[in-house]
């Protein structure tokens, strides 16, 4: 099934209230995602049309299976990507978070195992190298 780039925002801004408060409203999601809930309605309706979501007018959001499967993809991408920008590149913290937020909706799935993989190695062979270059930029920035 084919999921937009906007459609993996909002199964993973639902999953996160879920997993924050429990319940997922419309006005939660308006918020987090800075938008006007009649756009969240429109996207709830259109990821309930696709299976993602149960919804119903003034009623409870629900992510299906598969629409939690997705957002905890993304989601995970996003950790990652947040962790190897900050350790490996040494991007401060708030960056690091704008830039994951962004990427892990445009990044091949393969590229990020590739970034996992280089990670892991970087981290067991040269940990030294990554401290002092990690310690550098924090230096100049």
Known sequence: MQVSKREEEYLETMYLL????????????????NVKPPS????LKKLSSKGLVEYEKYDRILL?????KIAERTYAKHRFLTEFFVEILGIPPEIA????????????????????????????QCPYAIKQFVKEKLEEG
């Open 18 to 33: 879920y997993k924050s408060k429990g319940i997922i409203r419309v006005k939660d999601i308006a918020k987090r995602m």
């Open 40 to 43: 969240v309605i429109d996207a």
């Open 64 to 68: 299906t299976e598969e629409g939690r």
């Open 97 to 124: 978070e704008e830039d994951a937020c962004q990427f892990e909706h445009y990044v091949h799935e393969e590229t990020v195992r590739r970034m996992k993989e280089f990670a892991k190695f970087i981290r067991e």
